[in-house]
């Protein structure tokens, strides 16, 4: 097989066409994409924390932390700095080597910025990547987050434009888009997928991955989600998408962007181990590592443990930077950055 080619023109028609392909067709394309650009048998784990939680104003009706569903969630104020830290400290121990910061946030306030960004500095001293999910940015915020050391910043599609209206209704497509434009621009890491099994169509999972794909620069990261059906949200009562389908469209994200790490996130709590194993043969690698997503169960990391190891699969490395060499760079780099201030004070 030749090198896959990078593409940003791909048709819902050809994406279509992969979906038709026969199953072990599909997935020994994807397999040969995979190992062009990846080791084959390494996945990258992060972990996740909520640092603010629920009483969120945007309608997403998947989501548990939406303000306009009862779902029992207890809010939760933003984390204080030092709990974030003791957080990140034990998911490191774990094994994690990203540690990411979720907000159920429209977009985070100008007042809010000093702690993200120590949040940020304290995490990275650990040797730890980050990444924070915090909902829409401005070009000002997203270069603020990138100059206090973040390297990778999560905003979603979730879906294609076409049935986007039928699962939120507070911001638009454009909307998303245009974060990520402003996290690309600012030169943080892009981190963006979506989420199936919310009743969308086939040609909405190709639109989704077309849009993902069609990026003027592939996200390094592409989670692929299937939904969480919480109690109190919209989708509570929604039908289970046929696993096949699910470990197609981790296939064709790995076809669609080969050199981007395709993550299966949410959604593992209830697969077996025979449908996570399949989904890394699809080409995903990479996963959420510890017992909570942001408000749902994920696997205990006893068990993706025993996963990895009945599969030959390794945590892939991540260079460490917690060592006094890489410390004595990282504070230098900081003291330079503090001459701008790129938010508003409030
Ligand atoms: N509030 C920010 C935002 O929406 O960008 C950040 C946090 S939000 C919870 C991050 C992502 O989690 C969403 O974009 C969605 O893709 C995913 N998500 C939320 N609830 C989910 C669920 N029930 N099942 C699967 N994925 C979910
Ligand atoms: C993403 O695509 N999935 C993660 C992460 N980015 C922030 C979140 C999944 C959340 C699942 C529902 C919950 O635990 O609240
Ligand atoms: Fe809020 Fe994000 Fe949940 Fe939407 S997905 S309701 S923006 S926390």
């Given at each position: 097989m030749?090198q896959a080619?990078?593409?940003h ?7 279509e ?5 026969p ?27 909520s640092?603010k939680?629920g ?6 009706k998947?989501c548990p932390q939406s ?10 104020r933003?984390?204080a ?7 990140a ?12 910061m ?9 007042r ?20 924070m ?19 990778y ?10 049935f ?9 497509y454009?909307?998303r ?10 030169g ?6 979506g ?6 169509s ?32 919209p989708?509570e ?11 197609r ?14 993550r299966?996130?949410?959604g ?9 194993a ?13 017992e ?13 443990q025993q ?14 930077y917690?060592?006094?060499v890489?410390?004595a ?11 701008p ?6």
């Amino acid at each position: 097989m030749t090198q896959a080619q990078i593409r940003h023109d791909w048709t819902i028609d050809a994406i279509e066409a992969l979906f038709a392909q026969p199953f072990n067709d599909l997935l020994f394309t994807a397999q040969q994409v995979h190992r062009q650009h990846f080791s084959a048998n390494q996945v990258q784990v992060s972990t996740l924390l909520s640092i603010k939680t629920g009483a969120c104003p945007e309608d997403c009706k998947y989501c548990p932390q939406s303000a306009h569903y009862d779902t029992g969630l207890e809010r939760e104020r933003l984390l204080a700095v030092e709990k974030v830290l003791a957080e990140a400290a034990a998911a490191k121990q774990q094994g994690a080597s990203r540690f990411c910061m979720g907000a159920a946030w429209r977009n985070p306030k100008d007042r809010d910025m000093p702690y993200l960004i120590d949040m940020i500095k304290g995490v990275k001293q650990l040797g730890l990547e980050t990444c924070m999910t915090l909902g829409m940015l401005t070009p000002l915020q997203a270069m603020a987050l990138r100059e206090a050391g973040l390297d990778y910043y999560n905003h979603n599609l979730d879906t294609s434009p076409e049935f986007y209206g039928e699962i939120i209704t507070t911001r638009t497509y454009q909307d998303r888009l245009t974060t990520l434009q402003n996290v690309r621009d600012a030169g943080l890491k892009v981190c963006a997928g979506g989420i199936v099994g919310m009743g969308e169509s086939r040609r909405d999972r190709a639109g989704l991955l077309q849009q993902l794909a069609n990026l003027p620069q592939h996200p390094e990261s592409v989670p692929v989600n299937m939904l969480v059906k919480v109690a109190g949200t919209p989708f509570e009562q929604l039908d289970d998408l046929d696993a096949f389908e699910f470990i197609r469209t981790i296939a064709i994200a790995r076809i669609l962007m080969p050199k981007s790490m395709v993550r299966l996130s949410a959604g593992r709590e209830m697969m077996n181990e025979q449908m996570q194993a399949l989904c890394f043969l699809a080409g995903a690698n990479s996963i959420f590592y510890g017992e909570r997503l942001l408000t749902t169960a994920n696997p205990a990391a006893s068990k993706d443990q025993q996963l990895f190891t009945k599969l030959g699969i390794e945590p892939m490395p991540h260079e460490d930077y917690s060592d006094e060499v890489h410390q004595a760079v990282i504070a230098d780099d900081l003291s330079e950055q503090q001459q701008p201030r790129y938010y508003e004070v409030s």
